[in-house]
């Protein structure tokens, strides 16, 4: 895909700062990196642009940033609901994934990133199974991705599974033009025994690469981890040696302010996903407390079938509201949330010089139309944005200094046989399941 040169004249909000914001702005893109941004009349004088998008009505800030998911899961979307977790994973979503081949997985992602698209998501951070045709997918969409193949460490898989983690790696770290990143995805602690994460140790450590691992998701998952090996998850997972390594934690709900603190020393990036934890009744991670200890957060929105959207502005808004109810009404305030999905999410995830509009970033724009009955008046953009925006008041999104949706229509798939293939796939997966039941 090309990259272009492209001028954008309105407000900006380059999250460099909690007072920076230009009501007549002007942003300038070359290279797939941020040229200049400033005032009207701050890009160069002699540089001419290939695009220009003068229009007053739009919002120029970062694209977001979703943390973690799970992109073919859109196919189980609305499958399983209203049930615990266990029994939703062992009585449901186990065997329906089960059924799904690589092409399932390839057109289930394409459908969740022309959803990412469509609601200013970026950058998504995947785990899941045939990560091959999820980075197919990715390279295809345009987006900006961190892939990891799902690893279980038990069981007649756990080598097959490091083999295809290292083949994903040899195969598409740094491709894409250097938009999709691998790391190693071993599922969480109670699915990979210590011996099989000093493997994962070694192979992050022989391709100089992060992990991605689920970490104190529920209190069952702490229960069980006490009772067989007599530590936390967050402390056997120092004791094994993970955090020596980068690591990317998805959820951390049951963690102490001990624990807290070990996930600072180490620069564990955490993820939270405040309405996946809400469905599945697992708990509220204690984003306040951690933010105090410094430790680095981010927000994803976990896969569809436990959200069941991937709609990154309700998620910001939820994640603010859910530490007010727990840690108080100041709580993770508007600004502080937003850059929790833009340039501190891309911290936590170890991303360089992504989630501002600053020279010399990544190209990662995304426009929203800000002339719409819910945006007004304008008091405060910044609350707006994370308590009143919807999703759909996204209209143009450039990743990597390409643009790949314009005024809401996505350029680089095909939304409609996109949908169309992925509820023929659906359908045919829950009659063969149905007729196995009889």
Known sequence: MA?????????????????????????AIEDGKILSVGPLG????????????????????????NGHTHAAMTILRSYADDLPLMEWLQEKIWPFE?????DDIYWGTKLALVEMLLSGTTTMVDMYDAMDRVAEATQESGLRAIISRGMIGTGAGAA????????????????ADGRITVMLGPHAPYTCPPEYLQEVIKVSEAYNVGINIHLAETLGEVTDMLRQ?????????????????????????????????????????????????????????????????????????????????????GEMRTASLLQKVNFGSTALPAYETLEL????????????????????????????????PHLYPRHDIVAHLVYAAHASDVQNVIIDGVLVMENRQVLTLDTEKTMQEVQSRAEDIKQRLAAEVK
């Open 160 to 175: 097959k599974a490091m083999q295809q983690s290292i083949q994903l790696i040899k195969d598409w770290h740094g491709k």
């Open 42 to 65: 701050s890009a160069p004088q002699d540089w001419r642009p290939d695009l220009i998008f003068d229009k007053p009505g739009l919002l120029a800030m970062p694209g977001l940033i």
């Open 98 to 102: 089960a059924k799904l081949k690589g």
């Open 341 to 372: 999905a833009t340039v501190k999410g891309a911290e936590a995830l170890g991303l360089q010089n992504l989630g501002q509009l600053y020279p010399g970033f990544k190209a990662d724009v995304i426009m929203l139309d800000m002339h719409q």
């Open 229 to 313: 090996y007599g530590k936390s998850p967050v402390r056997l997972m120092e004791e094994v040696g993970l955090f020596k390594r980068q690591v990317v934690a998805a959820h951390s709900v049951f963690v102490d302010d001990a624990e807290i603190e070990l996930l600072a020393k180490h620069r564990v990036g955490v993820v939270h996903n405040p309405e996946s934890n809400m469905k599945l009744s697992s708990g509220v991670c204690p984003v306040t407390k951690m933010l105090a200890a410094g430790v680095k957060v981010g927000i994803g929105t976990d896969g569809a079938s436990s959200n069941n959207n991937l709609d990154m502005f």
């Open 3 to 27: 990259k272009q040169k492209i001028l954008f004249r309105g407000m900006i909000l380059p999250m460099t700062g909690k007072g920076d914001f230009y009501a007549h702005g002007e942003l």
